[in-house]
């Protein structure tokens, strides 16, 4: 098909952007060169309209078609920005910045689309208006939300979004989609525990705080296995336990704990943050000592509109020949979310081989996936909006 013609004469000029980024690694907000590279690409690709700026660091392409007899906008959207992570891959084009690394292939999204924008710019072949967004701070920052907040989707009256990341463990060319919740809400706590420190040798003149937390961790571990529904997905993980004391002798006055909540649905969401307050408040309170949980909601569910999810399937299908449309949804999280709880859209995994799993310092993108992914953004815009 044209548009995969297309893509094989373009991957090395993809590919030569591709591992720049990765050389260049980048972190949260702070991409100046990356969004940079990505401007000045799109304007000598010939876009209408090239905005840097958004939600911070983020850079928004503007491509017209040939035609616009309806009005349709759709936004495509790659995010840009790379891990605190010391790379491990070897390869010639490694991150020249130790300690930061391109580890979850953002550098393969964002060269995929710029792939996508500098076709589109060419052919110009479908009626209406695409939207190429590059945002910072997928990881962990809320780039997209930042984005969303600053007007971009109602300032190009972008109508559908649609996103794409690669997947270790999927062949290359090979892509997983599913309606509905995709990816999981990621939200976090602390938990402070205060009890009355003193010396090991007396406890009983003592709150143990150590031994409170125990408890905590382990009533804890209901919330999945006993309060939730077992055909809902749910984690609760305690991640880290600090307390105040240093020493084998001394029982701490205060523990911290810090963990990560990952859901599928609101209500389950709103359950388990209820549920967390009143397992450790009442543990604590049963032991004589006091607890208190600051919970943070992060990440909102990723929830892919049926319809827009079966296009983005027969697309993905059409380029590739084999799409996995019923994939399980996974755990981690991520802030495309904001975008699709603001428009209905889809978003798609990509194989990325027998690679290291993203977020691995052994990780990287595959180049052979390159003319794929382009080729589903590219072919996204010409079968939503068919040429007139
Ligand atoms: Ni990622």
Redesign the pocket.
């Known amino acids: 098909m044209p548009v995969k013609n297309r893509f094989a004469e373009l991957l090395p000029e993809i590919t030569a952007w591709r591992r720049d980024f990765h050389q260049h690694p980048e972190l949260l907000f702070d991409v100046h060169r990356t969004a940079g590279k990505v401007a000045g690409l799109c304007r000598s690709f010939g876009c209408d309209e090239v905005v840097e700026g958004i939600g911070r660091t983020g850079v928004v392409a503007v491509i017209k078609g040939r035609s616009d007899s309806q009005g349709r906008v759709i936004g495509l959207r790659a995010?840009m920005d790379a891990l605190p992570i010391i790379e491990q891959t070897g390869v010639p084009y490694a991150s020249q910045t130790p300690g930061k690394m391109h580890a979850?292939?953002?550098d393969g999204h964002t060269a995929m689309l710029l792939g996508a924008a500098k076709y589109l710019a060419e052919t110009r072949n479908f009626d209406g208006t695409v939207i190429c967004i590059f945002q910072p701070a997928?990881?962990g920052g809320g780039g997209g939300r930042e984005m969303v907040k600053d007007g971009m989707l109602s300032r190009w009256g972008v109508q559908e979004v649609y996103g794409m990341?690669n997947m270790p463990g999927i062949p290359v060319g090979h892509f997983a989609i599913r309606p509905g919740a995709m990816m999981a809400a990621a939200d976090q706590f602390e938990i402070v525990v205060t009890g009355k420190g003193g010396h090991a040798a007396k406890p009983h003149e003592c709150v143990d705080t150590t031994v409170v937390s125990a408890h905590i961790i382990v009533a804890l571990q209901t919330v999945a296995s006993r309060n939730v529904d077992p055909l809902k997905q749910i984690v609760v993980s305690v991640c880290t336990v600090e307390t105040d004391s240093t020493a084998h002798n001394v029982i701490p006055q205060v523990v911290k704990m810090k963990g990560t909540v990952r859901t599928m649905d609101h209500q389950v969401q709103d359950f388990v943050e209820a549920r967390i307050a009143q397992i450790v408040e009442g543990t604590a309170l049963a032991l004589g000592a006091r607890a208190e949980v600051h919970y943070q909601r992060g990440y909102p569910v990723t929830i892919n509109t049926p319809e827009n999810t079966g296009f983005a399937a027969d697309v993905a299908r059409k380029v590739s020949g084999v799409v996995d449309s019923d994939t399980p949804p996974l755990m981690g999280a991520e802030d495309f979310s904001f975008m699709l709880n603001e428009r209905p859209g889809a978003y798609i995994f990509l194989g990325n081989g027998d690679t290291a799993m993203?977020h691995h310092p052994a990780y990287n993108f595959d180049d052979t996936a390159i003319p794929f992914g382009s080729s589903w953004y590219a072919e996204m815009a010409e079968s939503r909006m068919p040429a007139a």
């Open positions: 995010d979850c292939g953002h997928e990881e990341h993203v």
